[in-house]
């Protein structure tokens, strides 16, 4: 005790030292042992977190393979399989295929879902295709009685389930790129009867599967490898690890080799976690499948029972940088308590130097004075309460603001503020003796403030006052809360208009993309990266040579170009992208990055693609209708005085000549029709007719004609078949399907029609079949076995004149009289077509609510008239004189005119005298509709018959509501216009 001899103040100041420096002592030992504490609690946390994350990735595994199992379970036993099983008709295989494409589409984890017969040969096979998938054509069904997955599965007894290893998929003797991980599973089918007919086989991608390791991973401290019971790796801590058993260069590359010593404490405990040299391992046994029996009909399965492991590694390097941050934290909290000790050493200095200074009050009273100003000038607000909560002092900036105040308390003052309920208690920091700090809202002058609330320690460490420190933030709150609106409003707007923003860092060639980047490419930042390559990838693969070009031009040639291109999302969904970009530059002026956009077209390029075929379509229909018109008018004077010198003529060679431009004429008449048909001009009739019978006439119609090496058949699964339309027009468009079907088949094949029912929704209109209107529907559709059509081709496969036929051997109005007849009763027509794989055209029809009465004709005769007077108004003049010679020369009165206005004059004078008037639709000054309703007004009586180049149309129809009585098409025979105009007179046979 000698350093406390010295007397008085002088002997405790010289103490002080030594008391601090045995502090300190003390706290460095107990944070010693505190540290180990510590570094034991870490070790033991990662231990923890690693062993949930392992048995979550467990559990996950368990479940994906228990599904497939289920799976399978379940395809064995439905009724499709269990009917081609019993019967292997073509219908039942159709069904049995619909259900496995059904089944591959949805689940889209199955690269293939397989029935092969006992014998090893495929009978059925659909492939996924990446999201595409199809059935496979049975001449490229295979033989796999060879395979190992076959021969195992068809060994096991009913129930029983074959899980072969996880490996890579081969193709063609070599390993397929990009690489996919694949598990078969197989089991055996039987018929009802229980005799063994084959083994239905999965192929299971089990990507997925392995991608959420990745997944996990990437959100865990340590690198997570499955490895399967031979040690080689399927999912390893580096990707050169993988799959060595299937490289002959990497037989090597095994959890054996690496880890020796570690690989018998996870064989043998199967679940733990164990602390290295290497760093922290934990393991848990993954069992491919259950023995238990897998339902009420399933036997014990023969799957591989030694199973996987799942294995984490923490690094060694982690486990140090762990404990280098718990060793900084207690060297930063041993600083801090020697600052904290230090800080009281000073302020008991400063203590006994004001005590020793006390006399100076003069110079004090200056100090303070000049600290009082200072108080006073600062403009945030300061008030310092004493313990019984009133005010000790406030400086000017706050008695000018609480200056209405009457109180001086505490927790009046505080009142004014909105948001200090539950702060402003000042007795609370006597206890505490905490600093508080708040941002608090003033109910008086309506604005922000950062508040803080400090005690001040006496000596014993009881706090002697509290100072409260107001600063004005009201503009900060504002321009934060102005730029939180705006960036919400950015990324709204980023969603709404699927645009995201990208920058490129010319310095360092990196790439960053904002949030609905990653949403437009349906993936995350970590697989998109911050490089070109990382983007590529996406890239469609016929446009990667054009983006490597652009990307090239801006990063060295400092070019940038607005341009489209297309992407694959890791969902196999092809969408179309808009770039664009702009330079940025430094101070000199120097280019140092690219800013710009990303904005998902997919919908805008799909709706232009089908506006420009519609308009396209379109613009030729109106051609086409203009053409047939003008040519029926043509035809009408060819085949009519033809047939009129025909009549007159002896037989001899002039006669024959004459027979064959009839004929030819006729044949020109048959391709306007077509012509008019895909112009839409209007069809023939519109009444409830039954679809299903006229596909059976329309079979019955192609038996007595087709080669018998061309199987015809007919699924018609739809429950209502009625529409609204024109049979023989309908009839047509079959047939032509049907010969264009056979014809693609000059070897032999099937034609399949089919039907069922659909409701339209407005999701399909929208995004699939925009022509179409909401409601029930009826699909129509025709496929064959043939050669299929190019994809080249294709959009211009309903042109008119467009064809694939050898010259002389079609016309190419065949498809593109399909086109217009199914678009006139408001349908659609689509194809889809895989070359080797044939064509499919599916129509599309409107069903209608009414049902089928179909009438008895009744028959009556009349005497026949021929000294009426009839009106002919047509501005063709050939076809005016046509109908006035051939009327002329059966014995009627002609009046022919060809201006409509001169026609209503003379009928207005001679109408009594006038039996009937025949009206062209389309003609100039006045149309057909027009001048009906002037005769009607004149003759309410009027009868009227109406002819037109077009086809029967709403026009046509119109005239008909409106009191005409039949309707005649250009071109028309002379017995056709003599037959028409004897029924309109009462003078020929008839149909009530």
């Known amino acids: ?213 990745e997944l996990v991973e990437s959100n865990s401290l340590g690198a997570i490898s499955l490895v399967n019971e031979n040690g080689y790796f399927l999912h390893g801590f580096k990707n050169e690890d993988e799959w060595g058993f299937m490289f002959p260069g990497k037989k090597n590359s095994t ?40 339902g009420e009909d399933f036997e014990k399965s023969k799957a591989d029972e030694s199973g996987w492991f799942i294995i984490s590694h923490i690094s060694q390097d982690m486990v140090d940088a762990r404990n280098e941050h718990i060793y900084h934290s207690s060297l930063i909290s041993f600083i801090f308590i020697f600052g904290g000790l230090a800080l009281v050493f000073i302020i008991f200095y400063k203590y006994q130097s004001y005590q020793k200074e ?47 105040l009457e109180s001086s308390l505490c927790r009046d003052i505080f009142r004014c503020f909105a948001n200090m309920a539950e702060v402003c208690n000042t007795c609370n920091i006597f206890n505490d003796k905490k600093i508080m700090r708040r941002e608090i809202f003033s109910q008086i002058d309506k604005r922000w403030y950062d ?52 920058s490129v860092d010319f310095a360092e060639k990196k790439i960053c993309y904002s949030e609905e980047v990653c949403a437009i490419f349906d993936t995350n930042p970590d697989i998109l990266g911050d490089t070109f390559e990382g983007l590529i990838k996406f890239v469609h693969k016929d446009d990667i040579k054009d983006v490597t070009k652009r990307w090239q031009m801006m990063v060295s040639d400092n070019i940038m170009q607005n341009f489209n291109f297309r992407i694959v999302t890791n969902a196999g969904i092809e969408k179309v992208l808009s770039v664009q970009g702009e330079f940025i530059e430094n101070d000199a002026n120097n ?15 799909l709706l232009s693609e089908q506006l420009r075929q519609s308009e396209k379509l379109k613009s030729v229909g109106q051609l086409a209708g203009g053409i047939a018109h003008d040519f029926n008018n043509q035809l009408a004077a060819i085949i009519g005085y033809g047939e009129m010198v025909y009549n007159k003529l002896d037989e001899g060679p002039l006669k024959k000549y004459c027979e064959y431009i009839v004929t030819s004429g006729k044949s020109a008449a048959d391709l306007t029709k077509q012509l008019l048909a895909f112009s839409r001009k209007g069809q023939q009739k519109c009444v409830p007719l039954d679809i299903h019978k006229l596909v059976d006439e329309t079979i019955a119609i192609l038996m007595r004609s087709i080669d018998k090496r061309i199987k015809i058949e007919r699924v018609l699964n739809a429950e209502v078949s009625t529409i609204e339309g024109d049979p023989s027009f309908l009839q047509n468009a079959l047939l032509n399907l049907c010969i264009n079907a056979r014809d693609a088949m000059p070897e032999g094949g099937t034609i399949t029609i089919s039907s069922e029912n659909l409701q339209i929704n407005e999701y399909t209109i929208k995004h699939v079949l925009q022509e179409l209107q909401p409601g029930p529907h009826i699909l129509l559709s025709v496929s064959d076995t043939g050669a299929g059509i190019p994809k080249d081709i294709q959009d211009r496969i309903f042109d008119p004149f467009f064809t694939t036929k050898e010259e002389g051997k079609g016309t190419g109005m065949g498809l593109a009289a399909v086109f217009g007849t199914i678009k006139q009763h408001n349908g659609s027509v689509s194809l889809y077509s895989e070359e080797g794989c044939g064509a499919r055209f599916n129509i599309y029809l409107p069903l209608t609510g009414q049902s089928l009465n179909v009438d008895k004709n009744t028959i009556k005769k009349v005497e026949r ?95 008909l509501d409106s009191g005409a009585l039949e309707f005649i098409n250009k071109p028309f025979l002379p017995t056709t216009l003599e037959t028409a105009v004897q029924r309109a007179l009462g003078c020929a046979e008839s149909v009530e």
């Open 1 to 213: 005790m000698g350093i406390f001899r010295k007397s008085g103040k002088a002997g405790i100041w010289f103490g002080v030292p030594f008391i601090l420096v045995l502090i300190l002592a003390i706290i460095a030992v107990a944070m010693f042992f505190d540290v180990e504490h510590e570094l034991g609690l870490s070790r033991e946390s990662m231990q923890e977190n690693d062993q949930t994350v392992v048995n979550l990735l467990k559990n996950n595994t368990q479940q994906q393979l228990r599904i497939v199992s289920s799976d399978l379970k379940t395809i064995a036993k439905m009724q499709t399989m269990v009917d081609y099983l019993n019967d292997p008709q073509s219908s039942n295989k159709i069904r049995f295929e619909k259900d496995f494409f059904d089944i591959c589409q949805n689940r889209g984890e199955y690269d293939q879902i397989r029935l092969v017969a006992t014998d090893g040969m495929e009978v059925i096979r659909v492939n996924y295709n990446s999201g595409l998938p199809n059935i496979v054509n049975e001449k490229d069904l295979q033989d796999k009685k060879h395979r190992y997955y076959f021969t195992k599965s068809l060994e096991l007894p009913k129930g029983g389930i074959y899980i072969s290893p996880l490996d890579l998929n081969i193709e063609n003797k070599a390993i397929e790129l990009p690489f996919k991980p694949m598990i078969r599973y197989g089991t055996p089918v039987f018929d009802s009867r229980g005799n063994k007919k084959g083994v239905l086989l999965l192929n299971y991608l089990a990507g997925n599967m392995l991608n959420y390791f």
């Open 255 to 294: 959890f054996i080799n690496k880890f020796p010593q570690l690989w018998k404490t996870v064989t043998t405990e199967k679940n733990g976690s164990l602390v290295t040299d290497d760093g922290i391992f934990t393991y848990a046994r993954l069992n491919i499948l259950s023995s238990r029996v897998l």
């Open 358 to 404: 006390k006399e100076k009050d003069a110079f004090l009273r200056d100090a303070a004075q000049e600290w009082l100003d200072t108080f006073n000038s600062v403009e945030d607000m300061i008030v310092i309460f004493e313990k019984t909560g009133h005010i000790k002092q406030a400086n000017r900036a706050f008695t000018q603001c609480f200056k209405p």
């Open 451 to 502: 508040f803080i609330a400090t005690p001040v320690i006496n000596d014993d460490g009881s706090v002697r006052e509290v100072i409260h420190s107001f600063r004005d933030i009201t503009m900060k709150k504002l321009s934060q809360q102005e730029l939180a609106d705006k960036e919400s409003f950015l990324r709204r707007s980023q969603s709404i208009g699927k645009i995201g923003s990208w």
């Open 591 to 605: 280019i140092v990055r690219v800013d710009g956009i990303i904005q998902d077209i997919t919908e805008k390029h």
């Open 865 to 959: 008239k021929l000294t009426a007077t009839i009106m002919v108004v047509d501005d063709e003049r050939i076809v005016r004189d046509l109908a006035k010679d051939i009327l002329t020369e059966v014995g009627y009165t002609v009046i022919a005119e060809a201006d409509p206005n001169k026609a209503v004059e003379i009928f207005r004078d001679k109408h009594s005298e006038i039996d009937l008037v025949l009206i062209d639709i389309i003609m100039p000054g006045m149309s057909g509709g027009e001048l009906l309703k002037v005769l009607m007004a004149i003759e309410p009586e009027v009868k009227v018959l109406v002819a037109s180049g077009y086809s029967f149309n709403e026009n046509a129809q119109m005239m």
